[in-house]
């Protein structure tokens, strides 16, 4: 989605202006400023939705479908890798062939994706199908920018990706809730059969009113090598986290992995300065608020996603909550996101980046520490404390990061930095979805034989260990029908006692990470050329 002063178009009556200070004002539907946003807005809904909704479908998925803690850690990685690695490509496939074209193509392909997942009766087949609706997804994002920079005066660029900011952030926050209540009065299933109605209104609006915005001089390659050195590099980072504590750390696959991951990362660097035209230009790092702001938001997600993927976990495996009781206890973390957006919103405005974000990055490492004193008996009050908290302090860098990323990059490279923006959140995601659960499998693995033992239980084979051990990090008592209630009421005090020390510790890391984002959050400042990037109307 690199800026430029010119646009070509495709069809009869789809001509945008050409003239730089901003594109004509549409007649009728087709190319309606507001009713494009109004079209994307439910599109990227989709895939903002998605990144969190299913997160509290995730017990319900591994009981029906008898998936491994692994397993459940793809069905969110698979999804997230999937958008981290596509979106830069995908913003540049926009420019080649059009935002419009591009923006359909990844309506159509998420809704079919969605569709797929809940006909699905595997684990397998559900990780397949969300790697193909991150995908799909990734197709969404930029194209949906793109749209909107492509459509909207310069005086009003600004208001619009403010509210479709605003859309991704009120979804990705309602998606808890709305997974609740889909997963308790229908099935795990809805969570994704809803994205179909979805999908088919966004195509519809998209066919009627979208207009074709097309660069001039567009990318005609699309440095396939750098994207396969960056999947690999990500993928075998995250592999090897997911698989460590079955392998064992100290295990030479744990390592082959990790080191092969820092090779296709030094091979991809050193491919993208050769390459004429790169997928993620390394000059762009030159600005260290460019670079804090990306280091920024993986931190902030990875204190977030791996935060949240334990938290729905300790509702309802632990307290014994539904899915809509679980959603409606992060309530508090949800609504504060959304009340907080504006509130940032209006201080960034006033006080720059710099002082909101890091305060933001204060209160999420303070609310993690609280959450990491949660314990099985813990008041509904006291955790809506700290979810609010939580929700609270990532408003601000939800808001903030693309003044920072997109504002500190050159105008050429706007695009580039608005899909790297995005990427570095779904990459945090993916990290922190891996490295937290890491930490839980490796507590609970040194724990729960002891505590197995010191309970009096009966001693376990290594295989039945290592079956218990799976139940236990997700909260799950390794209990059979027909067992006395004595007996179970002492394996569940064990394993609810096991996974809570894990779900502390993991806390206790990504509180350290959110901390260490405040120092990051300090390199920030208002960018030298947001002012400038609102103003051209074109792509």
């Known amino acids: 989605m690199t800026s430029q002063t010119t646009i070509d178009t495709t069809g009869p009556g789809d001509r945008a202006s050409a003239d730089p200070s901003g594109p004509a004002p549409a007649a009728g539907l087709r190319g309606h400023p507001w009713l494009t946003l109004i079209t994307v807005a439910v599109g990227v809904m989709m895939v903002a939705l998605d990144g969190t909704i299913v997160a509290i479908a995730n017990p319900a998925i591994q009981k029906d479908l008898g998936a491994s803690f692994a397993d459940v850690q793809w069905i969110t990685n698979g999804y997230f890798l999937a958008l981290a690695v596509s979106l830069i490509t995908a913003g540049k496939l926009g420019d080649r062939f059009g935002h419009r074209q591009t923006f359909l193509i990844g309506v159509t392909g998420f809704a079919a994706a969605s569709g797929a997942i809940g006909l699905s009766h595997s684990i397998a087949a559900v990780v397949t199908f969300r790697v193909f609706q991150g995908l799909f997804g990734a197709l969404l994002m ?32 309602g998606g808890p809730i709305l997974g609740g209540v889909l997963v308790e009065h229908v099935n795990w299933q809805s969570v994704f059969f809803i994205n179909v109605p979805v999908g088919v209104l966004a195509l519809l609006l998209g066919l009627l009113i979208l207009l074709d915005h097309r660069a001039k001089n567009a990318p005609r390659s699309f440095d396939l090598p750098g994207i396969a050195l960056l999947s690999g590099a990500m993928f075998c980072l995250v592999w090897a986290l997911i698989k460590a504590p079955t392998w064992g750390w100290g295990d030479v696959k744990t390592w082959g992995f990790i080191g092969a991951s820092a090779l296709l990362f030094v091979l991809f660097a050193v491919w993208e300065t050769r390459v004429a035209e790169p997928l993620i230009p ?16 993986v931190l902030m997600a990875i204190a977030f996603m791996g935060g949240l993927f334990f938290v729905t976990f300790y509702l309802q495996n632990v307290h014994g909550m539904s899915p809509i009781d679980a959603g409606l206890h992060l309530l508090p973390l949800t609504g504060m996101m959304i009340v907080g957006s504006p509130l940032a919103g209006a201080a960034i405005t006033k006080l720059g980046p710099r002082i909101p974000l890091a305060g933001g990055m204060a209160a999420t490492a303070i609310a993690m520490y609280g959450m990491s004193t949660l314990k099985a008996d813990t008041g509904s009050g006291l955790m809506s404390v700290w979810f609010a908290l939580l929700g609270f302090g990532l408003a601000p860098v939800m808001v903030g990061a693309t003044e920072v990323i997109v504002g500190n990059a050159p105008m050429e490279l706007s695009g580039v930095a608005g899909g790297l923006q995005q990427a570095a959140m779904q990459i945090g995601g993916s990290l922190g979805t891996a490295v937290l659960g890491a930490v839980m499998a490796s507590r609970v693995d040194s724990e729960l034989p002891g505590n197995w033992a010191d309970a009096g239980l009966p001693k376990l084979t290594p295989e039945q260990l290592d079956q218990a051990s799976e139940a236990v990090q997700v909260g799950v008592p390794p209990v059979t029908k027909g067992m006395p209630e004595a007996l179970v009421a002492k394996i569940s005090g064990v394993a609810h006692d096991t996974f809570i020390s894990g779900m502390s510790l993991a806390s206790l890391v990504a509180a350290g990470v959110a901390a260490f984002a405040v120092l990051v959050a300090l390199l920030t400042k208002r960018g030298e050329n947001a002012e400038a990037g609102a103003g051209v109307g074109h792509i």
């Open 142 to 173: 930029p194209a949906a920018l793109g749209l909107l920079r492509a459509t909207f005066p310069a005086e009003k660029l600004n208001m619009a990706i403010g509210i479709w900011g605003m859309v991704i952030g009120a979804s990705t926050a």
């Open 282 to 297: 390394l000059g762009m790092f030159r600005s260290v608020p460019l670079s804090a702001g990306v280091v920024l938001m």
